[in-house]
């Protein structure tokens, strides 16, 4: 980026009073007096009177709705798909709030925000997350009112949570859960607790955000409206 541009992208001026600090001897870039048209480099330290200065980032929030069989971290030692390949298209540098098991499908938001990211990720955090399990078996109200009330699933008892039996048969199941929680696996684990295996599961909501008709492996922008309310949570 233009040594001007960089400065102006960072708050100090505007590009032309950038260009007369440049020509005033102010501006300078790792150390050395800069000149007027230098491009400024990945790594370089720019001062303004003595001040290092940064651009200001541009803060970008989407919504995917992830397919199984991709990872939510950024990279993979073994290889495997991770959720930055569905969106190729953005040149910023973003990673997922949370993480869905790799079998896991649904909703996941991608920022570049840290801040919103970390807030939305504290475990003193309770923002529900709504997600829909296909589980094998019968599965009846007296293993709702179990998952209701919390289960052990291995040394943690899990908080109450919202139960909504969708389907009933005696060969598969279709049940929402709400939890505020995100233990690893924990939906699965929590199923397994009251002994019905989860076949296929896909988060719907994060609080009040639904994913609003995305197809599967899709992304879109959040809304201003749905970014001012996760800012508020
Ligand atoms: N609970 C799980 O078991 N898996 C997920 O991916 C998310 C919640």
């Known amino acids: 980026m233009r040594l001007n541009k960089y400065i102006a992208h960072s708050g100090v001026c505007s590009r032309r009073k950038a260009d007369q600090l440049i020509g005033q001897g102010q501006v300078t870039v790792n150390g050395q007096k800069a000149e007027c ?3 400024v480099k990945d790594g370089d330290e720019v ?11 541009r803060l970008i929030y989407y919504i995917l709705n992830k397919p199984e069989g991709y990872i939510t971290s950024v990279d993979d030692e073994q290889g495997r798909q991770t959720v930055l390949d569905l969106m190729p298209d953005i040149r910023e540098r973003i990673y997922p709030v949370g993480r869905l098991d790799y079998n896991t499908s649904g909703m996941l938001i991608m920022t570049n925000d840290g801040d919103l990211a970390y807030k939305l990720t504290s475990p003193h ?5 709504t997600y829909v399990a296909e589980v094998a078996g ?3 109200y007296r293993d709702a009112e179990k998952l209701r009330r919390g289960v052990d699933i291995g040394g ?8 909504d039996i969708l389907r009933q048969s005696e060969s598969t199941s279709r049940v929402e859960i709400r939890i505020s929680e995100g233990k690893k696996r924990q939906v699965r684990r929590m199923f397994d607790a009251v002994g019905h295996r989860v ?15 995305l197809r599967v492996g899709n992304y879109r922008k959040m809304t201003a409206n749905e970014i001012a ?3 508020r949570l």
């Open 138 to 140: 019968l599965f009846l």
């Open 47 to 57: 001062s303004v009177a003595g001040r290092i200065i940064r651009p200001e980032k």
């Open 125 to 129: 955090k309770d923002i529900f997350k």
């Open 37 to 39: 048209g230098y491009d």
């Open 199 to 213: 076949l296929k599961l896909e988060r719907t909501a994060i609080g009040d955000l639904k994913m609003a008709h």
């Open 156 to 163: 943690y008892v899990t908080k109450p949570a919202e139960i």
């Open 229 to 231: 309310y996760l800012k």
